[in-house]
Every structure is written in structure tokens, then in C-alpha cells.
């Protein structure tokens, strides 16, 4: 049973790493910020990841994610991974990236499974050859362990053990891991953005290596990166059959702020931005959203909101609810019950849009 620092309300759905209910995070009082900000600086210190974007007066800018950040000489940025050599911005190119791949048999659990070639109609004839399941086919699932952002229920946390000092690959490395049975590569993590010079590289290599053959590239982040990456992965996944899913974890910034550390002002502009895209292939989708239901946090209300944006843009962007299971600084929290799941799938609805589902359904309670 949780307690917040603030207003002292009592839950199991107020998680102790925060000490904050929703309500006093939406009130966005200097108290709670600076409440919410030391929850991430501990979470952070753990793997001694910088406590916040750096911002040296004297140092180099990255510019690959919202964070700018500012790097002093020999240290690294918020994500971990990019660093200050020399007065140049090192990390995560085409010759040196942390990242780990796996092949994962087709069709698979992917948040974009109920739209994708991979596992019906869509794109058939054109980005698949079969009109069900690409059964006797893989993924090739590309997992960079480093983030733009901080969250405190990330479902994959360890790979922040990996991000300043583990193991080191390259674009060409990671291409040759594309077998005659891969259909598709997709760029996940932690976030692509960080090391996004390798992730393009990598899949430009393939592709051009492969031509004339089946492969997709798709990309699931959190859509902080810069501009210019993302129009060179949009048209790789146009060209391609592949697509982007985003992941929008919350829709008021403050409460996306006490979540994740980062404002989301990026990643909402950069949605709008790949709306726009969709006209030029329709089918497969080119972009799909999806929302981790957390207790207490994420709930109805914050679905209501995300979804009447995605409505506002198109509203047949199909949009996935996820079910929460309690990780990392958040295993404190119950698993999404029914109710909720049910109530966010109705207000996604009731918000105009026309494809909507609830995924990892086995863990709700």
C-alpha cells in the first residue's frame, strides 16, 4: 500500500518509487517535481547513468534525441551510450553500437502482430507471399540497450546494465545475421534513437545486400529522435513493408515527465509528422500506436486523450492497450485489472478511432 508524499492518499496503485498519486502529478507543483525528479536520479544512480540530460557549457551536443544533450569531455550523455571523444560526439555509428538480435520465429508477439504481414492479409501481394501466417519464417529482432528516456516501469530495465560498458557490435556485424528465412527486421530496445546512425546502417546493408527478396524493416520506439532520422526511417520502412509503432506512454506532460524523466513534446509532434506518410502505403499500416495500461497512472482519462490526437490525425491508426506487469521501480503495482483494460478500451473507442485491441490479455486480473 503505496502513500503519497503529498495529499497522503493511500493505494496499492501509488507506487513507492514516485510517493505521488496521479492527481498531485497532474497538479505539476514545484513539490512534485522535484519529487518525481528524485525518484529517477535514484533509479538512475544505480547504473551510473547521468542524473539528468547534461548540460555543459563546454561540452559537444548530440542532437539524435530530444534531450540535446550537452556533453563535457569524456562523458557520456543521458542515454549512456553516446559520449564526448576528442570534442566529437562518439557512439552508437555504424561501426560500434550496444546492442543485442535474436531471431524470432513468425508470426510472433509483436505490438503490431494484428496488422502485419507477418501474420495475415495485410500487404499481401506485395510485402508478403502468403495471405496467412508467415509460419517457417523469423524476425530478426534488433534490441539496443540504451534510452532516451527513463521509466520507471520500463519492462525491459536490464539492458541499463549494458549501456556505458557492455559488449560493442557492428552495423555489418549485425547484418549478416539476416538468414534466407528472415522476413523482417525489427529495431526495438530500450530505443533506436540513441544509436540511430547503426540501426539505418545496419538496415540499408541488408537491404541492399538482399535485393529483389522479402525483408521489412520496422522500428518500435518512443519517437524522441531527430527529424532528419526519422524521415530516413520512415522511407526504409515505406519502401519495404515494414512499419513504425510508437509508443505513447502518457498524454499530459506532467505525468509523462514523472514516468519517464523526458518530456513527450517530441514524440507527439513526431506522430503528427508520420501521419502524413500513411497516404503513401496504406496497407500494411505504416504506423501503429500503442499505450502501457499502469495502474493508477495510465488510465481511461490519459487513453481518452491520446486516442482523440490519433483520431484528430487519422482515425484508422491502429492503436494498441497493453497490459501492465509490475517491473523495475514500479513492481510494486497490481497488473491491469479487466475493468481497466475495458474502460481504456472504451474510451480509445468512444474517441473516434477505428482499430483497436487489447494486447498481453493473459496478464490481466
Known amino acids: 500500500m503505496g502513500e503519497c508524499a503529498i495529499c497522503h492518499a493511500r493505494s496499492d496503485q ?12 497532474l497538479a505539476d507543483t514545484p513539490r512534485a517535481r522535484a519529487q518525481a525528479a528524485g525518484a529517477h536520479a535514484r533509479a538512475r544512480g544505480r547504473f551510473q547513468l547521468p542524473m539528468r540530460p547534461p548540460r555543459a557549457r563546454q561540452g559537444v551536443r548530440c542532437q539524435r534525441c530530444i534531450n540535446v544533450c550537452s556533453i563535457e569531455a569524456r562523458q557520456v550523455g543521458y542515454c549512456g551510450v553516446r559520449r564526448n571523444d576528442d570534442d566529437r560526439i562518439t557512439g552508437g555509428d555504424a561501426q560500434s553500437a550496444a546492442v543485442q538480435w535474436y531471431h524470432d520465429p513468425l508470426p510472433t508477439n509483436c505490438v503490431a502482430d494484428w496488422v502485419c504481414p507477418a501474420s495475415g492479409p495485410a500487404g499481401y501481394p506485395d510485402f508478403t507471399d502468403t495471405a496467412g501466417p508467415e509460419h517457417g519464417y523469423s524476425n530478426l ?3 539496443y540497450e540504451a ?5 520507471l516501469f520500463c519492462q525491459n530495465w536490464q539492458f541499463k546494465e549494458h549501456s556505458i560498458d557492455g559488449p560493442r557490435h557492428s ?6 545475421e539476416v538468414t534466407p528465412t528472415t522476413r523482417c527486421i525489427c529495431f526495438f530496445g530500450g530505443d533506436p534513437s540513441c ?13 541492399r545486400e538482399r535485393k529483389g527478396r522479402l525483408l521489412r524493416i520496422c522500428w518500435e520506439t518512443n519517437g524522441s529522435v531527430s527529424r532528419s532520422a526519422l ?11 515494414g512499419c513504425i509503432k510508437f509508443d505513447l506512454k502518457a498524454w499530459d506532460s506532467s505525468l509523462h515527465h514523472a514516468l519517464c524523466g523526458v518530456t513527450n513534446r517530441r514524440t507527439v509532434r513526431n506522430f503528427a509528422y508520420l501521419s502524413r506518410w500513411i497516404s503513401r502505403r496504406p496497407d500494411p499500416p505504416l504506423l501503429i500506436a500503442s499505450t502501457l495500461l499502469v495502474p493508477g497512472y495510465v488510465e481511461a482519462e490519459q487513453v481518452s486523450q491520446i486516442a482523440a490526437f490519433i483520431a484528430q490525425l487519422n482515425p484508422d491508426i491502429p492503436y494498441a492497450l497493453l497490459a501492465f ?3 523495475f521501480e514500479m513492481s510494486d503495482l497490481p497488473t491491469t485489472s479487466h475493468r481497466q483494460a475495458t474502460d481504456c478500451l472504451a474510451a ?14 493473459h496478464l490481466l486480473t
Do not use: Y
Open 14 to 25: 501509488i507506487t513507492d518509487a514516485l510517493s505521488l498519486c496521479a492527481a498531485c502529478i
Open 141 to 143: 529482432a534488433v534490441f
Open 147 to 151: 534510452c532516451s528516456f527513463d521509466c
Open 171 to 176: 552495423a555489418m556485424k549485425l547484418s549478416a
Open 195 to 207: 544509436q540511430i546512425e547503426h540501426a539505418l546502417s545496419a538496415a540499408r546493408l541488408a537491404r
Open 231 to 241: 524521415k530516413e526511417m520512415v522511407e526504409l520502412s515505406v519502401e519495404s513493408g
Open 325 to 327: 506487469h509490475p517491473a
Open 348 to 361: 480509445a473507442k468512444s474517441a473516434g478511432l477505428t482499430r483497436v485491441r487489447l494486447g498481453n490479455v
